[in-house]
């Protein structure tokens, strides 16, 4: 027995409600019902972070996740931060570091790379944060450990983190 429900939520500045099955996630949600492809289906089980999108400002795995969980939120997604002519600058960081190369994990990258450089730039320590009463530095290894979430399979993680570091400022 399918049990379908209302589901309203704003995608990238536009509200959308949809007609869901309960156990349609969010992920399904975006790429199958309202055709924004740019997040990635990768493991399907929250461990590649291909998926990764942008909620109430904190980064989630799509496919962990039920729609019908996000009534009322607030999500962006790749597709939300940049257009071909108006590149968000980590979308065009990425872009100048080769940090896409095969491209398939680039959207669900750059979605967590937002989300880690609001992190700190907000003081939120991470687990190598040396001192949790100070506010964190912007080092290779915080930027490592915030993006350990997302897998990239070509190995283009040094430019991955030469283009972040571009968009957030130079260590300190």
């Not at 597709?79 to 491209?103: I, M, R, S, W």
Request: hydrophobic share 35%.
């Amino acid at each position: 027995m399918t049990v379908a429900e209302e589901v309203s939520f704003d995608i990238n500045g536009a509200s959308r409600t949809l007609e869901l099955d309960t156990r349609t996630t969010l992920l399904d949600a975006l790429r199958e019902h309202l055709h924004l492809t740019g997040t990635k289906k990768g493991c399907d089980h929250g461990q590649c972070g291909a998926c990764t999108v942008i909620v109430n400002g904190q980064r989630i795995n799509s496919c962990l996740t039920l729609a019908v969980m996000h009534q009322g939120d607030s999500i962006t997604t790749i597709e939300g931060l940049g257009t071909p002519g108006n590149l968000h600058p980590l979308q065009a960081a990425f872009v100048k570091h080769d940090g896409y190369q095969c491209g398939y994990c680039t959207p669900g990258q750059i979605c967590s790379a937002v989300a880690a450089i609001d992190e700190i730039k907000a003081g939120i320590p991470s687990h190598v944060s040396a001192d949790l009463n100070a506010a964190p530095k912007l080092t290779e290894t915080e930027l490592r450990e915030r993006m350990s979430g997302n897998i990239c399979r070509c190995g283009a993680y040094s430019n991955i983190i030469e283009a972040i570091t571009e968009v957030a400022g130079r260590p300190a």
